[in-house]
């Protein structure tokens, strides 16, 4: 079994800043790409970024500037450093990993963690 734990939301004001974390434990070989997601209420699941193992990223344009993606390899654990946080940015952050026990690759959700902005 792999569990993803997602960690760091909360409320903070227009213009702060918010450091989010997640962990993955259980049967892993390796963990391929690592990303973030968003799902604010009434919208469709967005992605934000993800990363490789060998630390290329991808943003989202809505994102790109404010947000940065990173991970420690030896942790399991990949983070997002969200900067300039606007209103819109309210939000369910969920992680994903693409990880590898015995056989195929799986991809893995995290359960999820409230990031609310206030204006």
């Known amino acids: 079994q792999v569990q993803l734990v997602e960690s760091g939301g909360g409320l903070v004001q227009a213009g702060g800043s918010l450091r989010l974390s997640c962990a993955a434990s259980g049967s892993i070989f390796s963990i391929n790409a690592m990303g973030w997601y968003r799902q604010a209420p009434g919208k469709q699941r967005e992605f934000l970024a993800d990363i490789t193992r060998g630390g290329s990223t991808n943003y989202a344009d809505s994102v790109k500037g404010r947000f940065t993606i990173s991970r420690d390899n030896a942790k399991n654990t990949v983070y997002l450093q969200m900067n300039s946080l606007k209103p819109e940015d309210t939000a369910i952050y969920y992680c994903?990993?693409?990880?590898?026990?015995?056989?195929?690759?799986?991809?893995?959700w995290g359960q999820g963690t409230q990031v609310t902005v206030s204006s």
């Open positions: 994903k990993a693409a990880i590898q026990w015995i056989g195929p690759t799986y991809d893995y």
